[in-house]
């Protein structure tokens, strides 16, 4: 059986490249009591592996020079000696980067492919929604007529936390990186204002004019100067959810910008960094009011889709770009069963 595997091949300096990845093709072992053999249907990329691609410290392990690589993947069961995960089961789990994965069961969740796409398990029904949920609810709480301003708001996760901030009755500004995006979050998705900061100019004043009135809650997905531009616009009380930092996923030495302490000495500004496993406790009831909402047209959501186990290198590598709108995903085949 053809079963494609990517692996780590060398740690990456700065941004990565196609030569950090290796193919291989890896024999499958038999299959025993209690395990299942998974076709991987569709593989998530997401900018946090970057930094398992390092060794250097952080909130998960590194990848192993010459292993696979590892992420969120929607399975099928295509054979099993399970009980409780039949042959044409579909399954949710943290697995390696191959077509085909022999596992014992531990750790997957089922998918009822009735709820939504299967794809969306992976995003908006997954952790990039989960970790908007939480981020925005739990850290911004945000209060019906605040402003509520999201960097990357055109990403997996910042269009889902915009969107439930206009759920929640507030003011919602996003910053992107295309006139396309920008178009987007303010059409599409009911964005009060957008603004594209690759031709804004100055961050600064271009955060002071769609924030007229200072802001209220900060998503963070990116840092650096536009997050800077946010932090001269908070009011009393003001509450920063710090979700991811890509601005400096791929710099080879150590970031300097504003001292944003004063700030929120001044401001009486809460700032909190989070990582989405810090809510799995209630993973079951965000996820049920994530999916009511999608079942209502409450929440929108774009996916972008790469077609083809072999180009999820490339899919990866498009995210440090900004070529995906919404969530980033490769099919890699369509469920037998």
Known sequence: MDNKTILLASRPTGTPTLDNFKFENRELPALQEGEVLLKALYVSVDPYMRGRMSDAESYVAPYAVGEPISGGVVAEVVDSKSESLPTGA??????????????????????????APLSYHLGILGMPGLTAYFGLLHIGNPKEGETVVVSGAAGAVGTVVGQIAKLKGCRVVGVAGTDDKVAYLKNDLGFDEAINYKTAGSMKEAIAEACPDGVDVYFDNVGGEISDAVYLRLNKFARIAVCGQIAYYNSTSAPVGMRVEPILLKKSALMKGFIVGDYADEFSVAAKELATWVQSSKLQYQETITEGFEN???????????????KQLVKVADPEV
């Open 90 to 115: 579909i399954v949710l789990g943290r697995l390696p980067w191959q077509q085909y994965i022999v596992h014992n069961g531990n750790g997957l969740s089922k998918i009822d492919p009735g709820i």
């Open 312 to 326: 999820i290198p490339q899919a990866f590598l498009g995210l440090f770009k900004g070529t995906n709108t919404g």
